[in-house]
């Protein structure tokens, strides 16, 4: 699916303003919990340094900023920003893409990405970014929608997509081609083992995710390696060379 940065943050600014509303409403309310799980999941520390990115409105920074957490939220859209600064006033928003993050290396001791991974044209570059700005150690958290294991879930989640989705965005968006690139991109989306594998490769450790809601969404995590990891892992590669050979 072409995702060209321009056409993707044009869309989102001219939804930013009900976009936060419309999200309740197409998820029948479960963005709140979705959010409640990521938070737990992040438990976000007074003091601590964490990037939000694709944070849009700042409605997945804000929780993290309530706990204490110094919280940057990064977006591709202007427009998402603007309403973000207007909400959030306390919230440092940032315009800039996750694929080229404008902060130094080891800089945010947590990264966190909700339901904006599936939107960026280059993810797997994204996650090599969210690797090199988190310190050592620092943690990832990748929200996203997925794929239901179970097959008659499957079918009653594609029959959602297929139909209610696009009808309710017809009577409550302005925009409803927005919401027919959401179901397209959520289609096109990778499952919850390959999206792991990414971010294994992107060079992750202790990677493993859960599903929410049956698996329409799952929450990834990952870490950076620290230097004494990373050795155990040169290591240990260097061991099975040697069986190899
Ligand atoms: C579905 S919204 C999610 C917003 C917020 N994280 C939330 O949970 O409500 C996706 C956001 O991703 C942003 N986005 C898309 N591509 C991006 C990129 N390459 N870099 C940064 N943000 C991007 C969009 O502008 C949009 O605000």
């Known amino acids: ?16 303003k009900r976009y936060d509303l419309l999200n309740s409403l197409l998820s029948g ?9 990521m938070q737990r999941a992040v438990k976000p520390q007074p003091g601590e340094r964490i990037l939000d990115v694709a944070a849009g409105t ?16 990064l977006d591709l859209s ?6 973000g600064r207007r909400r959030h006033p306390d919230i440092e928003f940032v315009h800039g893409s996750a694929e080229e993050l404008p902060f130094a290396s080891d800089t945010f001791d947590a990264v966190t990405i909700s339901f904006g991974l599936r939107n960026v044209q280059h993810p797997r570059a994204a996650l090599s970014e969210f690797l090199r700005v988190l310190k050592p ?5 990748v929200c996203e929608f997925s794929q239901p294991p179970v097959n008659v879930v499957r079918r009653g989640y594609e029959a959602y997509l297929g139909t209610v ?5 017809r009577l409550a968006s302005s925009n409803p081609e927005a919401y027919r690139y959401l179901v397209e991109s959520i289609r096109s989306w990778p499952d919850q083992q390959a ?13 493993a995710h859960r599903n929410l809601t049956l698996g329409v969404v ?6 950076k390696p620290t230097e004494a990891t990373g050795a155990i892992r040169l290591a240990r590669h260097a061991q099975a060379d040697d069986q190899e050979a």
């Open 78 to 83: 202007a427009g998402m920003i603007e309403e």
């Open 1 to 16: 699916m072409q995702k060209d940065p321009d056409d993707v943050a044009g869309m989102f600014d001219a939804t930013a």
């Open 195 to 207: 999206l792991s594998q990414w971010i294994r490769t992107a060079g992750f450790t202790r990677v």
């Open 218 to 223: 799952a929450l990834h995590r990952g870490r």
């Open 137 to 141: 150690g620092g943690r990832l958290f």
């Open 29 to 37: 309310g479960n963005d709140r919990l979705w959010r409640i799980h």
């Open 165 to 169: 989705l696009p009808g309710m965005a």
């Open 58 to 73: 700042g409605a997945s920074s804000a929780p993290m900023a309530k706990a204490g957490a110094l919280v940057t939220a």
